[in-house]
T-cell receptor, first 117, second 110 residues
């Protein structure tokens, strides 16, 4: 099955610093990846769509200058949380879309738990 | 935007019991997926099922697109089935974006 990895799995940083999270599709190429945010005991909220070779598109209410997304290759997308603040603490999850046989499932990474102190 | 509602919000089962989880959506969809989020946060793909019925072991799912709902059946539940079950849909006019329901939190007791 399709495998998506994320790194790091957890990170603690100080307020004002930046944190980069990597999302990789390990056994397939993904022209489209997605970034989600999940607060405790809540559902996943889509933050942005990452397209290889073009700018990311952000959902309403998501600050594009704060959450920088780069989709440098068909297997790697990165999310950088700039000037992090405690309210940015959350569980960040990426997904990659695999096309095949007329279907296009999203497969999810294991998530990155960010704590900003 | 499209609304995705899941029921029940919480479910407690004794090991070996069967259950049915429901997902209602308010608009036509291109895609519907069911996921299981384990206690460590990993989402596991269960079914890609925009319509019809599929089965995988003790789990099966049915989507009736014309009536805008999907059902996930869990038979002979095991403690490892515990976690949160999400359905997510992609609207017909959306660019592959998945909208998640609020989830059903399942606890299976030994």
């Amino acid at each position: 099955g399709a495998v998506v990895s994320q790194h790091p799995s957890w990170v603690i940083c100080k307020s004002g610093t930046s944190v980069k999270i990597e999302c990789r599709s390990l056994d397939f190429q993904a022209t489209t990846m997605f970034w989600y945010r999940q607060f405790p005991k809540q559902s996943l909220m889509l933050m942005a769509t990452s397209n290889e070779g073009s700018k990311a598109t952000y959902e309403q209410g998501v600050e594009k200058d704060k959450f920088l997304i780069n989709h440098a290759s068909l297997t790697l997308s990165t999310l950088t949380v700039t000037s992090a603040h405690p309210e940015d603490s959350s569980f960040y999850i990426c997904s990659a879309q695999e096309f095949g046989g007329g279907t296009y499932e999203q497969y999810f990474g294991p998530g990155t738990r960010l704590t900003v102190t | 935007g499209i609304q995705v509602e899941q029921s029940p919000p919480d479910l407690i089962l004794q090991e070996g019991a069967n259950s049915t989880l429901r997902c209602n959506f308010s608009d036509s969809v291109n895609n519907l997926q069911w996921f299981h989020q384990n206690p460590w946060g990993q989402l596991i793909n269960l079914f890609y099922i925009p319509s019809g019925t599929k089965q995988n072991g003790r789990l099966s799912a049915t989507t009736v697109a014309t009536e805008r709902y999907s059902l996930l059946y869990i038979s002979s539940s095991q403690t490892t089935d515990s976690g949160v079950y999400f359905c997510a849909v992609e609207r017909e006019d959306s660019s592959y974006k998945l909208i998640f329901g609020s989830g059903t939190r399942l606890l299976v007791r030994p």
